[in-house]
């Protein structure tokens, strides 16, 4: 369950998109099923964002591939030989797309019977996902509390088309935070979810708590950018013992 204390630290953010919390259902939740128009999996997220609402969806409610990446569907044979990627100008040749059904990350086929939706800020259950749709600024927060702690490495991992396989199911996989930059990607761009240049960020239950601990013990203004003198003053004489530690074993720090 998320604490009050991390809902605070995600709205202290203030990001023009909420942030959604997503939990992959084996049996039916509680919440209320999806009562709108049929779209693609990516555009749910956004209209949990619009609405604030809390709801599911099913199978039969994805008007794409979502579903798919959930393990609700088997690979279609048609769109999985390559051809759609193909006709939608993608890749050079349906082998080219074909390649990325070899590897596309799937859940478990079968366990994921629905996916519930809700803001952060109204969310009373434990979610797998956390999805953050961020300008820059915001992201560079985001992005540096998931390795803060611990030292890892930023990844991307992405696809031109499907990229709902490696929003959503790749994290859960890999247990690492992922993240994409909208504008780039087949379906979102063609449904117009997201103006270009955002920052899409994964972050799945298993950094959950790492990262929520950054957010509360780390700088979110650098001190290499702040202004105020103070901050100067100290940064220059941290930078000051960086040149007694060299000068302590022959060496210099070249670094300004």
């Known amino acids: 369950m998320l604490r009050d204390k991390d809902k605070e630290l995600i709205a202290k ?69 390559g051809q759609a990627g193909f006709d939608f100008g993608c890749f050079k040749t349906p082998m080219g797309n074909r390649q990325l059904y070899q590897q596309l990350p799937i859940l478990e086929p079968n366990t994921v019977n629905y996916v519930e939706f809700c803001p952060v800020e109204s969310c009373d259950y434990d979610p797998e996902l956390l999805f953050f749709v961020a300008d820059l600024p915001q992201a560079d927060i985001i992005m540096r509390a998931t390795s803060y702690i611990s030292g890892d490495l930023w990844e991307s991992k992405s696809s031109p088309v499907i990229s709902c396989s490696w929003m959503y199911a790749y994290p859960i996989i890999s ?82």
């Open 175 to 256: 247990g690492k935070v992922n993240h994409i930059t909208t504008g780039f990607y087949h379906g979102l761009k063609r449904r117009k979810a997201y103006p270009a240049g955002l920052r899409m960020i994964s972050i799945p239950y298993h950094k959950m708590p790492e990262f929520f601990q950054a957010l509360e013990e780390m700088d979110w203004t650098l001190i290499a950018f702040r202004e105020d003198e103070e901050s100067k003053a100290e940064l220059a004489k941290r930078m000051a013992h960086w040149q007694e530690m060299a000068k302590a074993i022959g060496s210099t720090v070249d670094l300004r």
């Open 13 to 81: 953010l203030e990001l023009e998109y909420p942030a959604i919390a997503i939990r992959f259902c084996f049996e039916k939740p509680a919440a209320p099923h999806y009562d709108g128009e049929k779209v693609a999996f990516c555009q749910y997220v956004k209209y949990a964002q619009d609405t604030k609402k809390h709801f599911y969806i099913d199978v039969n409610d994805d008007a794409c591939y979502g579903k798919l990446a959930m393990g609700m569907i088997d690979k279609p044979p048609v769109t999985a030989s």
